[in-house]
């Protein structure tokens, strides 16, 4: 493993550089200094309080470095010990919370057990290089399906759920965020299933729950939440932990014809209409995006219509749309009735003509009005120009919003003039 790299700050007597010089000793087996804050995994900071001005002085370095840390990408851990932490142990505790370890002078010899403990550990933990831009990362938080869609070969593949321990999950959600990302996107199979094989499916509860309390998380977005789950008790939870929850929701009610459904082995207990009349109830401004699937066996052009319908009714804010796939080893795959190619084509295309429509009507609402948006990265067109997202876009699946600005970095959350809407994206200025 690599060692970390520790960036250090020596302040007051020679004695005190001999303490640095010794802890740096005592662990670099383990870690190796850099002299750049920004590639820094610990910072740590021997203090001085002799007299007033070494207070002074420790005190605003230690405030300093905390500022320098919030602009950086990746954020260091940060130690302080020395004079000033045997001297004001409990006030420092309670006034910087910031501070990952206020270590005692008589501890000093136990840091290196402390960062084998803690920091390695973590990494150890989550061997996983985030590929997301700097802004979000996915955490899932469940495996499998106990679902049995007819056309769906998840259940074969990844079996049936299975819960990650909540210890773990929230400890990978404190790594990520301590990447600098701002969007935890929470995902499973099934969202709203989460707990079911447990026993409890208001274990779900308690990790949102805990993820709304989370330092530096700015939001939590839940991707593929079955209608099913979707309750007026669980609306009302995550009415609760709004902010950082976006009432962002992603449903994928696949149709909307009862026979079409029951024949998809979709696990609805009411109907499609009255689970997004509920979101809407508890979030009135919610964004809702949905996926479609035409051309299921059996699909009849009476059918089809009244999906078109329903969709030019309700006005998802987003939708994606797919033609049946004939999967091998599902049970639709037996089905008569199976629909030529060039239908299925055809229905998918007056879908995404219609939501077309819906998206841009919507988009045109934001024109020449502030949103604050998440960049993930920089554009290719122009050295000034971002490409980041509003709390209503997920990322990848839907629109994105370019900005123009100066002293932009990937992973910051701006607040944007809109200027132009456009079918499925947005642009403004800063």
Request: glycine letters at 4%; a positive charge; one cysteine or more.
């Amino acid at each position: 493993m690599p060692k970390l790299k520790v960036y250090t700050i020596s302040l007051g007597c020679p004695k005190n550089l001999v303490d640095t010089e010794k802890i740096l000793g005592s662990i670099k087996d383990i870690a190796s200094p850099t002299s750049k804050i920004s590639k820094a995994d610990v910072v740590l900071i021997n203090t001085c309080s002799f007299i007033k001005e070494a207070v002074e002085e420790a005190i605003d370095t230690i405030i300093e470095t905390i500022e320098i840390i919030k602009t950086l990408d990746n954020k260091p851990r940060v130690i302080v010990t020395g004079c000033l932490v045997n001297r004001y142990y409990e006030e420092l505790i309670k006034e910087l919370p910031e501070i990952d370890l206020f270590l005692k002078i008589e501890k000093q010899d136990k840091l290196r057990s402390i960062l084998a403990k803690d920091f390695l550990k973590k990494h150890n933990t989550y061997p996983r290089i985030i590929s997301t831009p700097p802004s979000y990362a996915y955490l899932k938080i469940a495996e499998g399906c106990n679902h049995r869609c007819s056309f769906c070969t998840i259940p074969k593949i990844r079996g049936r759920l299975k819960s990650y321990p909540e210890k773990n999950i929230i400890e990978e959600a404190r790594y990520i965020l301590s990447t600098g990302r701002k969007e935890i996107v929470v995902v499973a199979q099934d969202v709203t299933s989460y707990g079911i094989d447990l026993g409890d499916r208001k274990k779900l509860f308690n990790i949102l729950n805990e993820l709304a309390k989370l330092q530096g998380l700015s939001w939590i977005r839940l991707l593929y939440l079955y209608p099913k789950g979707i309750t007026r008790d669980f609306l009302k939870f995550l009415k609760e932990i709004t902010p950082p929850f976006i009432p962002y929701f992603d449903v994928p009610i696949q149709h909307v014809c009862p026979d079409i459904l029951k024949n998809m082995g979709r696990p609805f207990q009411v109907p499609v209409e009255d689970t997004i009349n509920l979101i809407r109830e508890f979030f009135p401004k919610a964004a809702i995006r949905t996926s479609i699937i035409v051309g299921f066996p059996g699909e009849k052009e009476k059918h089809f219509e009244q999906l078109v319908n329903f969709i030019y009714n309700v006005k998802f804010t987003h939708l994606g749309v797919f033609c049946y796939s004939k999967e091998q080893g599902t049970v639709a795959s037996k089905y008569p009735d199976q629909i030529p190619e060039r239908i299925k084509l055809k229905r998918k295309e007056i879908i995404m003509d219609v939501q077309k429509n819906i998206t841009r009507n919507f988009l045109k609402t934001f024109k020449d009005k502030k949103l604050k948006i998440l960049i993930d990265k920089k554009s290719d067109e122009w050295p000034t120009l971002y490409e980041g997202r509003p709390w209503f876009f997920a990322p990848e699946i839907d629109g994105l919003a370019y900005v123009s600005g100066q002293g932009i970095q990937p992973g910051d959350m701006v607040e944007v003039v809109i200027k132009e809407t456009y079918d499925y994206d947005i642009s403004g200025i800063i």
